[in-house]
């Protein structure tokens, strides 16, 4: 279980008391972590989920409640944070950061079709054009120099045919590095994948996990985002999805010519970062209770998408 620091009933029971939502009728660790610890919470008034936030310098948490907050206001079903009777959204305990947000209704979905992927780009696009004026500043822990730093250090442990794999993409996006930048910001999930986006059916009920938020170009979102909902089983892009899921975002926000011209290469640039974050998780969680994703799942990917036969829809 992916559970990093275990809670007691009565710990639980002292720190849920100042949100006036009742007695604790139950709770459960959550299996499907990597990073954080999260626990369903079920109480006299509703069902939430706890959250103790085990990586990441505490300091990045008044961004996060802040992002979500604003997502919120925009009518998006997201996490937000609760407060306490006295107002506080911020609190600690076991010595973590803690946070309790409203359990979203719904479930993961692991074959997606058109229609889903219609939802998460109208979603994502949401997302984008609720901060595009004012993006809240953060910058991501793990973007472009670190997956030139960290992709440097790895590739040396990696066989003949990873390896050039990983150099060639990683001098690409040294030569692109500030083209990348200049492109159009907001703020972004940075991890909209399938398991963090709950549907009824085939309607959309929630997006959860926004702890990789950040302010960032948002065609990197969106090549994460289309990475996952649009990959067959061999990795591949599933072409009549990806364009479900490119032209309803499309309609929220119109792509530019510059976002255009680099698509194939942020599709590449998001396999790179996955691939690096789950060969250091591996590293990392050997041998432990943790659920680690299988890093060569990126490595397939970005060798598919040395050539990609899916463009943007009404670039201008």
């Not at 953060?138 to 066989?159: A, F, I, Q, S, Y």
């Not at 159009?184 to 999930?189: D, G, S």
């Not at 996990?209 to 969106?222: E, H, I, R, T, V």
Request: glycine share 8%; proline share 5%; charged share 20%.
């Amino acid at each position: 279980m992916s559970v990093f620091t275990p809670l007691t009933r009565a710990e639980l029971e002292t720190f849920l008391a100042p949100y006036g939502l009742g007695r604790l009728r139950d709770f459960q660790g959550i299996a499907a972590g990597t990073e954080n610890s999260n626990f369903f919470i079920s109480l006299e008034q509703g069902e939430y989920v706890l959250t103790l936030v085990e990586r990441g310098p505490s300091q990045d948490l008044p961004f996060f409640i802040e992002l979500l907050d604003v997502l919120h206001d925009a009518q998006l079903s997201v996490p937000y944070a609760l407060r306490t009777t006295d107002g506080v959204a911020l609190r600690t305990l076991a010595g973590k950061p803690a946070l309790l947000q409203p359990r979203l209704d719904g479930r993961h979905v692991q074959a997606p079709n058109n229609q889903h992927c219609v939802q998460v780009g109208e979603l994502l696009g949401h997302i984008h054009t609720a901060t595009l004026d004012a993006p809240l500043v953060r910058r991501t822990d793990r973007g472009l120099d670190w997956m030139l730093e960290e992709g440097e250090k790895l590739v040396t442990g990696l066989d003949a045919a990873a390896a050039a794999l990983l150099r060639p993409a990683l001098a690409e996006i040294q030569a692109h590095h500030a083209q990348i930048l200049a492109l159009p910001q907001a703020n972004l999930h940075g991890d909209l994948f399938r398991d963090n986006v709950m549907f009824e059916g085939t309607h959309l009920t929630g997006v959860i996990d926004f702890y990789n938020a950040c302010s960032g170009p948002m065609l990197y979102d969106l090549a994460i985002t289309v990475n996952d909902w649009c990959s067959d089983e061999q990795g591949a892009l599933d072409a009549p999805r990806a364009r479900a899921l490119l032209g309803a975002y499309a309609a929220l926000r119109p792509f530019t010519a510059a976002e255009a011209q680099l698509w194939p290469l942020m599709l590449r640039v998001a396999c790179v970062r996955f691939w690096l974050s789950r060969l250091i998780a591996a590293q990392s969680f050997a041998g432990m209770d943790v659920l680690i994703h299988d890093p060569k799942e990126f490595q397939d990917r970005l060798g598919l998408r040395q050539k990609v036969g899916v463009a943007l829809p009404f670039a201008f």
